[in-house]
């Protein structure tokens, strides 16, 4: 019998420390996938700070480097500076690539540095029990409070923002939701990927992803809260692309 559907060569199935219904897996799985379809796997390096995106540890089989909270971008700069050949990816949670890491991922979105940031934007805190994000909904509730325009402003649409600039080569954003988002999502990330190999380009993608343990939903009722909730102030799409 013909097999057509499998884990990826460069993943097993170790049990993860994920929640049910979390979808942080699936981005690395797409990251396998596509790394894998480049013939890239052996020749790339993962930079990931702290956040929830650890506990995928030990069940793929890519070169990694762990940074401090907020830094993956600066470490990722650094990688790929004394690395030119290689296919330099950061990892970064929304709360570390957006808020406590915003100064060192929008710099080396503008410096252009050879490498590709992987935003998880699952709209929280995830890793320390549910903190408010920079890209928090607003009327989303959070442990450190419910967010409000005139309190603590509105969700940053970070890669609209870094679409605008003139060195990033790629910039998109796709969800994690529905089989027809992650082809989506697949697709975009290669293109993220060979603009950064193949032209030597910024690339910044930015993953859609599900918290159902700090949002307070059932995994079975995540795809409906986000279709209502979340796509329309975060829209998928491309906003700068060099292909
Ligand atoms: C310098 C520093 N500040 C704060 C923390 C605590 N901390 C660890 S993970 C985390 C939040 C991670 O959230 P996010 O980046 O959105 O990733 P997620 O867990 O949601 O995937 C925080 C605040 C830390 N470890 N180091
Ligand atoms: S806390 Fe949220 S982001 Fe972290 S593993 Fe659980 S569902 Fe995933
Ligand atoms: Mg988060």
Not at 35 to 56: F, H, K, Q, T, V
Not at 112 to 131: D, H, P, R, S, W
Not at 209 to 231: A, H, I, M, R
Request: hydrophobic letters at 35%.
């Amino acid at each position: 019998m013909e097999k057509v559907f499998g884990i990826p060569e460069g993943m097993n199935d170790k049990k993860t420390a994920f929640c049910p219904g979390c979808t942080h897996m699936t981005a690395y799985r797409l990251i396998v996938e596509c790394l894998n379809e480049l013939g890239e796997r052996d020749n790339a390096i993962l930079c990931r700070p702290i956040g929830c995106s650890l506990n995928a540890d030990g069940s793929f089989d890519i070169h990694t480097i762990q940074s401090m909270h907020g830094r993956a971008s600066a470490v990722a700069t650094g990688v790929s500076r004394m690395n030119p050949t290689k296919t330099v990816m950061s990892y970064q949670g929304d709360g570390d690539a957006i808020s406590i890491g915003v100064a060192e991922t929008l710099y080396a979105a503008n410096r252009g540095e050879k490498m590709t940031a992987i935003v998880i934007n699952n709209q929280i805190y995830g890793m320390t029990g549910g903190q408010m994000s920079p890209t928090t909904l607003i009327g989303q509730r959070s442990t450190t409070g419910v967010r409000r325009a005139d309190d603590t402003g509105y969700p940053l649409r970070f890669a609209e923002w870094l679409g605008q600039l003139e060195a990033p080569g790629y910039v998109a954003r796709a969800a994690l939701y529905t089989p027809k988002d992650i082809m989506q999502a697949k697709k975009f990330l290669l293109k993220a990927l060979r603009c950064q190999k193949e032209l030597g380009r910024y690339s910044y993608i930015e993953f859609l992803s599900f918290c159902p343990t700090n949002w307070g939903v059932q995994p079975k009722d995540c795809l409906k809260y986000c279709q209502e909730n979340v796509l329309p102030v975060f829209p998928v799409g491309e906003f700068k692309s060099c292909f």
